[in-house]
């Protein structure tokens, strides 16, 4: 009687055979294969089947069940497509091992739904652009807001007043002084001259330099500089006051050739540059001007320092403009006319000469006042520009008048 129960028992097996065969999308006896080999464990379980002889009958219920199984989890299927093209017949002998990975199997299910996945995906794409937009607009609104506090704190002090701020009366004082030292040189010759023009052309270079936002500008300034000593070196060396324009414009055409070679070799902006070349060629010729008070008939000399000194100092009253302007003007003259009865002048001649004098003078002072002007310009172009810009007045004036 034994012998017919395993019989029983393996009558049963074969229908689970077509079963999965029956459908071709089920996988239900695929992952079992790789059950099996993992877990030996299933194999105890036939044991306590024999042991009731009369439970012979009852055991394929058990057999039917699984067969359940496998109808009732065909969705599950077609997403366990990828094991069928691993069939292993060896795992039928075991139902309740397919049915331990068939529950796996509906596990993997939900886990693996595109759907959630996908709405999940699609709220941290829409998350994620929102993100973005967030960040992007605090991003935008922080330099927007940088921008015009750093306007403001930019604009807030140089446009609290009025852009035009005169010397005053220290760079005045400091150009009275150098003044003097020109008209107390000028009766001793060209080479003491020289002496007081060198300090005069010092403060012309750097003072444009800095006057045009250029600082540090060490090798303008020293270019423009040297520029103004070959100026002084070839006054010295030739002879007659003829030849005053041509040693001039010569030093002048050298130099600024020189610089503007060296503007080329500049790694900045085009617009750097040509701001670089003009400022350069500016310092170069005023530099160069300031060496024609060298050739100059001391008396004119004397006088048209007289003239700006006084001009100067009338200047930096605080009266209104063009009440100032008359009586700069006036002061200039009136400078030139007491120097004059020092050196045997004319009235009339050291009159005319004071008055274009200073009006080289005021226009001086005016371009040191422009854009906001700092201490530094105010005594480095609000010093030699006066001086400088007078001397053209000073060498044309002198030669007619004198």
Do not use: R
């Given at each position: 009687m034994a012998q017919p129960q395993p019989q029983q028992t393996a009558q049963p097996q074969p229908p689970h055979q077509p079963q999965p065969y029956a459908h071709p999308g089920a996988a239900g006896p695929l992952p079992p294969e790789h059950h099996p080999r993992s877990q030996p464990m299933p194999q105890p379980q036939p044991h306590p089947a024999p042991h009731p002889p009369a439970g012979s009958q009852p055991q394929p219920q058990p057999y039917a069940q699984p067969h359940a199984h496998p109808h009732q989890q065909p969705p599950p299927q077609p997403h366990a497509t990828p094991y069928a093209p691993q069939p292993h017949?060896?795992?039928?002998?075991?139902?309740?091992?397919?049915?331990?990975?068939?529950?796996?199997q509906a596990q993997p299910h939900p886990q693996s739904q595109p759907h959630p996945q996908a709405a999940p995906g699609?709220?941290?794409?829409?998350?994620?652009?929102?993100?973005?937009?967030?960040?992007?607009?605090?991003?935008?609104?922080?330099?927007?807001?940088?921008?015009p506090a750093a306007a403001t704190s930019r604009g807030a002090r140089p446009r609290t007043g009025s852009p035009?701020?005169?010397?005053g009366f220290p760079s005045a004082g400091v150009t009275t002084v150098l003044a003097?030292?020109?008209?107390?040189?000028?009766?001793?010759?060209?080479?003491?001259?020289?002496?007081?023009?060198?300090l005069l052309q010092a403060l012309t270079a750097a003072g444009w330099y800095r006057l045009n936002g250029m600082w540090p500008a060490r090798q303008g300034i020293a270019l423009a500089f040297v520029a103004g000593l070959s100026a002084d070196a070839g006054l010295l060396l030739t002879d007659g006051p003829g030849s005053t324009p041509t040693v001039l414009i010569g030093a002048a055409g050298v130099w600024c050739v020189?610089?503007?070679?060296?503007?080329?070799r500049n790694n900045s902006s085009p617009d750097e540059r040509l701001y670089a070349v003009t400022a350069g060629f500016a310092a170069t010729g005023l530099t160069v001007l300031a060496a024609g008070v060298i050739p100059a008939e001391p008396e004119a000399v004397t006088l048209g320092a007289a003239a700006v000194a006084g001009a100067a100092l009338l200047r930096a009253v605080p009266l209104p403009a063009v009440l100032s302007l008359l009586i700069a003007l006036a002061a200039a003259a009136g400078a030139a006319v007491g120097a004059a009865q020092l050196n045997g002048v004319e009235n009339l001649d050291a009159a005319l000469l004071g008055a274009g004098v200073g009006v080289c003078a005021l226009v001086g002072l005016r371009v040191a006042s422009y854009d906001w002007p700092s201490r530094f310009v105010h005594m480095t172009a609000g010093v030699a520009l006066p001086l400088t810009l007078a001397t053209p007045a000073l060498h044309i004036l002198g030669n007619v008048l004198l």
């Open positions: 017949p060896q795992a039928q002998g075991h139902p309740q091992a397919q049915a331990q990975p068939q529950a796996p699609g709220v941290a794409t829409a998350a994620a652009p929102a993100a973005p937009a967030g960040a992007a607009a605090p991003a935008a609104g922080t330099p927007g807001t940088a921008a035009i701020i005169p010397p003097a030292l020109l008209a107390a040189t000028a009766p001793l010759g060209q080479g003491a001259l020289t002496a007081a023009v060198v020189l610089s503007l070679v060296l503007q080329l």
